[in-house]
């Protein structure tokens, strides 16, 4: 009989007998230990690019405006100045080639002109996002 557990590539094989099953059963914890310690080598902190990116923004504007600016942001583009969807590119995910050209640092000065022009402010923006799923 063949196990393969989360599909990791990792194939037990069960024998009878009681040393056998327990010697699988320390194999199953070793490999369990070893998988759970691969995930905790992913990093959940954001890069220090991402945090600079938002410290810039937040000088542009109040916290609580930049707290839905953060918000509006993550669910375009997961702070990645290179995101695409379509024809649509960049930090905002503004449909334009030449906003996908721009810097990180430009493209939120373009996005928050337009979200001013728009919406007024950052919480309007992603209140509208929220409801139609576009801004």
């Known amino acids: 009989m063949v196990i393969n557990p989360?599909?990791?590539g990792i194939t037990l094989r069960l024998r009878?007998?009681?040393k056998a099953a327990r010697s699988q059963r320390v194999r199953a914890g070793y490999c369990l230990t070893l998988m759970l310690l691969a995930l905790m080598l992913i990093p959940i902190?954001?890069?220090k690019?991402?945090?600079n990116l938002k410290l810039?923004?937040?000088n542009k504007m109040d916290w609580s405006e930049f707290q839905c600016y953060n918000w509006l942001i993550f669910k375009e583009s997961s702070w990645n100045p290179k995101a695409r969807n379509g024809s649509h590119r960049g930090l905002g995910q503004m449909r334009s080639e030449w906003y996908g050209t721009l810097s990180p640092k430009?493209?939120?000065d373009v996005h928050i002109k337009y979200i001013r022009h728009r919406y007024d402010d950052a919480?309007?923006?992603?209140h509208h996002f929220e409801t139609k799923g576009w801004h």
């Open 45 to 47: 902190n954001p890069s």
């Open 56 to 58: 810039y923004a937040y």
């Open 6 to 8: 989360l599909d990791t």
């Open 123 to 126: 919480c309007n923006a992603l």
């Open 16 to 18: 009878r007998g009681p």
């Open 106 to 108: 430009k493209q939120i």
């Open 49 to 51: 690019a991402d945090m």
